[in-house]
């Protein structure tokens, strides 16, 4: 059995590779063209993302060091969905194995594309329990032997992932924004 960490890459916004917006859940199993196309299968399932929004998958070996080149990749769809939200934006699935306690919890950002709604001061409940329903896009219907875990690097080694939450705060992560294309500048006197 392997560890795995899975890229999952959205366009949005742009075509280019740089500008995609990732999810990095990892896993316990042993074939990872199995897990990719079950993870596929669970994101397309996934009402805020839908079978016609373009992603990528790629499998990693968790526990190999760079160059770690993907064991296997998938994608749905080509081009890119534009956008009217900051890409900066998300709402975090926390999450942890057994006890919370540090080593043995993690989070995922995930978009407020993929959560749908407006941006008010804070989330509502259906975009929490949208990003709770992000639980079953990760964890349901893998193949047999495959686990979504907490990976630690620090204990190099995973752990089934046994309880989600998601609170009522807005999360920023800076490195989803764009490149910016222009500037206005002035002087002062």
């Known amino acids: 059995m392997s560890s795995y960490r899975v890229q999952v890459a959205f366009q ?4 280019f590779p740089r500008d995609a917006m990732t999810i ?3 896993y316990f199993g042993d074939n990872p063209q199995a897990l990719g196309d079950a993870l596929k299968t669970n994101i397309k399932a996934n009402v805020q993302v839908g079978p ?3 992603f990528t998958i790629k499998v990693y070996d968790a ?4 160059p770690n080149y993907p064991l296997y ?3 749905n769809g080509t ?13 975090c699935l926390s999450y942890y ?20 709604g407006t ?3 804070r989330p509502t409940s259906t975009q929490m329990n949208a990003v709770l329903a992000w639980k079953t896009t990760l964890g349901a219907n893998l193949p047999s032997g495959h686990t979504w875990v907490v990976f630690s690097e620090k204990l190099q080694q995973g752990s089934n992932v046994t309880a989600v939450w998601c609170d009522d705060e807005w999360d920023t992560i800076r490195s989803r924004g764009l490149k910016s294309t222009t500037r206005v500048t002035g002087t002062v006197p």
């Open 63 to 66: 526990m190999k060091a760079p």
């Open 73 to 75: 990749t998938t994608t």
């Open 12 to 15: 949005l916004d742009t075509a």
């Open 52 to 54: 016609s929004m373009p």
């Open 119 to 121: 941006i008010g001061l």
């Open 97 to 116: 194995a057994t006890n919370n306690r540090p080593s043995y919890r993690g989070r995922l950002y995930i978009p407020v594309a993929l959560i749908g």
């Open 24 to 26: 990095n859940p990892h």
């Open 79 to 91: 081009g890119f969905v534009a956008t009217t939200l900051p890409r900066e934006v998300a709402l």
